[in-house]
């Protein structure tokens, strides 16, 4: 299993996964974002697309297993 995690305005968020297109913008290229890293079971409002442009301050890749 493999976990990103990354930093975005002073949070720590885990990045869930990316998109070239979703359902309510043409713009392409997003990315999935919540900031409860590690828990199991997320509800939908803890989740939030940011563009792929969004500069992070920093990325990490973790593999387990």
């Known amino acids: 299993m493999t976990v990103t995690i990354a930093k975005i305005n002073n949070q ?3 990045v869930i996964k ?3 297109t979703v359902a309510f913008s ?3 290229n997003w990315v999935l974002i919540t900031p409860d890293v590690g828990v199991p079971t997320r509800k939908q409002q ?3 697309w940011v563009p792929a442009t ?3 301050e920093w990325v990490r890749v973790f593999n387990f297993g």
């Open 12 to 14: 720590v968020v885990q």
């Open 18 to 20: 990316t998109a070239e």
């Open 26 to 28: 043409q713009q392409k």
């Open 46 to 48: 803890h989740f939030k």
């Open 54 to 56: 969004t500069r992070f």
